[in-house]
């Protein structure tokens, strides 16, 4: 991955790994279904991942999301 992720695609990217469903991150950011679609597609192809959980992995290793907490 070359370029970091806007706050948004952090945004999914915490909504997937918290396990949030597609309409629940919807809500919680104030958005249609359909925009966090496309933000999740975008996450995808920007990690190179297949699925939610894929992008979740990918992420984890790469050290984009923090631990709950802050600590490791």
């Known amino acids: 991955m070359n370029k970091p992720l806007s706050p948004r695609l952090v945004d999914v990217l915490q909504a ?3 396990g949030e469903t597609l309409s629940e991150t919807a809500t919680r950011l104030s958005l249609s279904e359909d925009t ?3 933000h999740r597609r975008r996450l995808y192809a920007r990690l190179g991942a297949r699925t939610g959980a894929h992008a979740v992995a990918i992420a984890s290793r790469s ?8 600590g490791r």
């Open 36 to 38: 966090v679609k496309t």
């Open 16 to 18: 997937l790994a918290a």
């Open 63 to 70: 050290e984009l999301l923090t631990p709950i907490g802050g």
